[in-house]
């Protein structure tokens, strides 16, 4: 397993505290009422002053009562916290009611042919394209209509992205069955969405709910355990955040980074980004992404933007490595040197270079990929044992393999002669191109865009991929305008890890933009703090349980996940 199993881990009872306070508008003057006290280590509840019994009832006015910067400021909102360890909370929180004034209704819209089940559908266009269709459509007898898209404006990205076409309002989604047929009769492809999952007033009032998120809290000071990243078996496999949890005995977990979904986007359940498990990098970043970076040995966490170097070296000769344990030729998410149609980070892209050099690592999985190439075998001090010329190979125990296509073949090829000694390097760089310091506690897990740097909300969409030029900002509409399910995660400024999910794409449960992911980052006290991979993917487990709702109707199995391990018991 790629983080350490404990040999006896201990769950701890959980305490239920519930807080629900009711809450008031700011501009209303203050007034008095008792709020239960809270656990003190989790910002995302209601905090006490620590003086006393920290069960002791304590009066604050309602203007004190801290809640989510989300939708109206005088919705209702319900907290419940469970410790699950000292220095462990897990946090449940309800915001809002579901609203009256949200509807369904069809969109017109070309469905991505990814077969990755969160890309977005093609739904925006230019506002005379826009009116076009509206009028073919009302000419078939569907009564469309036009809405311009605004979205909030990020650091990089945000503004007017374009113009949507709808028909139709429906209180069940299944009413409006019909309507998509008669659409799709005119020659449109169309489907049925939720205006609550907008996130924008041009379908009504987006401001009311409902929201369910879950946060776990993670004290340094307190916890005894250790926070760490794990894949499963290996690399190229998917495994559910519960499969994970109960093989790594873990007190709760989180699903991590981004993956490989499509085999043909390369190997299923690998990272789409940096990843380091127990203290070995096992895939390369994507650019300079921002990632969570884990101290586990002090529970520590920090976002940091990570390059990296790798290379195989021979004397003074030296080959540039392009990635780790991943399918040549393909990279998801793109960011790599000479990578086409791009070197900069474009999320959910897979881009191609015909000329490169992997290293593999046992990790990977029982083989290699297999293809035309070479492959060169490395034992366990470096030396090359086997030369093949072709690829498709099980990774000794302790060794590694290296990989070549394309031009890059004849130079490994005359680079590593069986016999010889090479070294192989993989360092991460941080943003002031300092090796970043690691060792068997450490792990990351790659994410973006950035939402909070310094205290300041800094969402960085663009420079982190979330931007396609050319596709009229469908993208951009789908998956960082809309509300969808989110995990998310950083530190406060008492150095507390908070690890954060909203179930979406449900009618009581509406998930988050990305803008709206930062608020609420930014109301729990995060100073720091990256998005994470969600959509279908996202997925808490605690104490045993799911206690989120998949938006797909079961849990995914995803590529890693983040696991909060018990401590070990005095006699360990």
């Given at each position: 397993?790629?983080?350490?199993?404990?040999?006896?881990?201990?769950?701890?009872?959980?305490?239920?505290?519930?807080?629900?306070?009711?809450?008031?508008?700011?501009?209303?003057?203050?007034s008095a009422e008792t709020v239960p006290a809270a656990v003190s280590t989790a910002p995302a509840q209601v905090a006490h002053l620590d003086l006393g019994a920290p069960d002791l009832p304590e009066t604050r006015t309602a203007a004190q009562v801290a809640h989510l910067?989300?939708?109206?400021?005088?919705?209702?909102?319900?907290?419940?916290?469970?410790?699950?360890?000292?220095?462990?909370?897990?946090?449940?929180?309800?915001?809002?009611?579901?609203?009256?004034?949200?509807?369904?209704?069809?969109?017109?819209?070309?469905?991505?042919?990814?077969?990755?089940?969160?890309?977005?559908?093609?739904?925006?266009?230019?506002?005379?394209?826009?009116?076009?269709?509206?009028?073919?459509?009302?000419?078939?007898?569907?009564?469309?209509?036009?809405?311009?898209?605004?979205?909030?404006?990020?650091?990089?990205?945000?503004?007017?992205?374009?113009?949507?076409?709808?028909?139709?309002?429906?209180?069940?989604?299944?009413?409006?069955?019909?309507?998509?047929?008669?659409?799709?009769?005119?020659?449109?492809?169309?489907?049925?969405?939720?205006?609550?999952?907008?996130?924008?007033?041009?379908?009504?009032?987006?401001?009311?709910?409902?929201?369910?998120?879950?946060?776990?809290?993670?004290?340094?000071?307190?916890?005894?355990?250790?926070?760490?990243?794990?894949?499963?078996?290996?690399?190229?496999?998917?495994?559910?955040?519960?499969?994970?949890?109960?093989?790594?005995?873990?007190?709760?977990?989180?699903?991590?980074?981004?993956?490989?979904?499509?085999?043909?986007?390369?190997?299923?359940?690998?990272?789409?980004?940096?990843?380091?498990?127990?203290?070995?990098?096992?895939?390369?970043?994507?650019?300079?992404?921002?990632?969570?970076?884990?101290?586990?040995?002090?529970?520590?966490?920090?976002?940091?933007?990570?390059?990296?170097?790798?290379?195989?070296?021979?004397?003074?000769?030296?080959?540039?490595?392009?990635?780790?344990?991943?399918?040549?030729?393909?990279?998801?998410?793109?960011?790599?040197?000479?990578?086409?149609?791009?070197?900069?980070?474009?999320?959910?892209?897979?881009?191609?270079?015909?000329?490169?050099?992997?290293?593999?690592?046992p990790d990977f999985g029982p083989q290699t990929p297999s293809g035309d190439g070479l492959e060169v075998v490395l034992d366990g001090s470096g030396r090359v044992s086997e030369v093949h010329e072709h690829r498709g190979m099980a990774v000794p125990a302790g060794g590694?393999?290296?990989?070549?296509?394309?031009?890059?073949?004849?130079?490994?090829?005359?680079?590593?002669?069986?016999?010889?000694?090479?070294?192989?390097?993989?360092?991460?760089?941080?943003?002031?191109?300092?090796?970043?310091?690691?060792?068997?506690?450490?792990?990351?897990?790659?994410?973006?865009?950035?939402?909070?740097?310094?205290?300041?909300?800094?969402?960085?969409?663009?420079?982190?991929?979330?931007?396609?030029?050319?596709?009229?900002?469908?993208?951009?509409?789908?998956?960082?305008?809309?509300?969808?399910?989110?995990?998310?995660?950083?530190?406060?400024?008492?150095?507390?890890?908070?690890?954060?999910?909203?179930?979406?794409?449900?009618?009581?449960?509406?998930?988050?933009?990305?803008?709206?992911?930062?608020?609420?980052?930014?109301?729990?006290?995060?100073?720091?703090?990256?998005?994470?991979?969600?959509?279908?993917?996202?997925?808490?487990?605690?104490?045993g349980a799911l206690v989120t709702s998949p938006s797909g109707g079961s849990e995914r199995a995803v590529g890693d996940a983040l696991l909060v391990l018990p401590g070990r018991k005095a006699t360990d």
């Amino acid at each position: 397993m790629s983080a350490p199993i404990w040999n006896s881990p201990r769950l701890y009872a959980a305490c239920a505290v519930a807080a629900a306070a009711a809450l008031i508008a700011p501009a209303v003057p203050a007034s008095a009422e008792t709020v239960p006290a809270a656990v003190s280590t989790a910002p995302a509840q209601v905090a006490h002053l620590d003086l006393g019994a920290p069960d002791l009832p304590e009066t604050r006015t309602a203007a004190q009562v801290a809640h989510l910067d989300l939708g109206a400021p005088d919705l209702p909102e319900t907290r419940t916290a469970a410790q699950l360890a000292p220095g462990v909370t897990r946090t449940s929180i309800t915001r809002g009611a579901p609203s009256a004034s949200l509807f369904w209704t069809a969109e017109v819209a070309i469905p991505s042919d990814s077969p990755d089940p969160d890309a977005p559908a093609a739904a925006l266009s230019s506002q005379s394209a826009a009116e076009r269709t509206a009028e073919r459509l009302r000419a078939a007898g569907v009564e469309a209509r036009v809405e311009s898209v605004d979205s909030p404006q990020l650091a990089d990205a945000g503004g007017r992205l374009g113009y949507r076409v709808r028909a139709g309002n429906f209180a069940a989604k299944a009413d409006g069955a019909a309507l998509v047929a008669q659409i799709k009769a005119a020659g449109y492809a169309s489907s049925l969405v939720y205006t609550g999952w907008d996130g924008d007033s041009a379908s009504g009032d987006n401001s009311h709910g409902q929201w369910k998120l879950e946060v776990l809290t993670i004290d340094p000071r307190a916890y005894t355990g250790q926070l760490s990243a794990s894949f499963g078996p290996d690399l190229q496999g998917r495994e559910t955040v519960s499969a994970l949890a109960q093989a790594e005995g873990a007190l709760a977990g989180v699903n991590g980074g981004f993956f490989t979904f499509d085999p043909k986007a390369g190997a299923e359940g690998d990272p789409a980004g940096v990843g380091v498990y127990g203290g070995r990098t096992l895939s390369e970043p994507v650019g300079d992404r921002p990632a969570l970076v884990v101290d586990g040995q002090h529970n520590r966490t920090s976002v940091e933007r990570l390059a990296w170097h790798g290379s195989v070296r021979a004397g003074s000769d030296e080959l540039v490595l392009d990635g780790i344990d991943r399918v040549p030729g393909l990279i998801r998410n793109c960011g790599g040197t000479g990578d086409s149609p791009t070197s900069l980070p474009l999320h959910d892209v897979t881009c191609t270079h015909a000329d490169e050099l992997v290293a593999f690592t046992p990790d990977f999985g029982p083989q290699t990929p297999s293809g035309d190439g070479l492959e060169v075998v490395l034992d366990g001090s470096g030396r090359v044992s086997e030369v093949h010329e072709h690829r498709g190979m099980a990774v000794p125990a302790g060794g590694r393999t290296i990989q070549a296509t394309g031009s890059a073949a004849a130079q490994l090829r005359a680079l590593a002669p069986e016999g010889r000694q090479l070294q192989l390097s993989t360092d991460l760089l941080d943003s002031k191109g300092k090796a970043l310091t690691t060792d068997k506690s450490t792990s990351v897990v790659n994410g973006g865009p950035l939402l909070i740097q310094d205290g300041a909300e800094n969402i960085t969409a663009r420079r982190d991929g979330m931007v396609h030029t050319g596709d009229s900002n469908s993208f951009y509409y789908g998956w960082v305008h809309k509300r969808n399910p989110r995990t998310f995660a950083g530190v406060d400024a008492q150095g507390r890890t908070l690890i954060v999910t909203a179930d979406g794409r449900q009618t009581d449960r509406l998930g988050l933009s990305i803008k709206e992911t930062a608020d609420v980052a930014a109301s729990l006290g995060m100073v720091q703090a990256i998005n994470l991979d969600g959509g279908g993917s996202t997925a808490m487990v605690a104490d045993g349980a799911l206690v989120t709702s998949p938006s797909g109707g079961s849990e995914r199995a995803v590529g890693d996940a983040l696991l909060v391990l018990p401590g070990r018991k005095a006699t360990d």
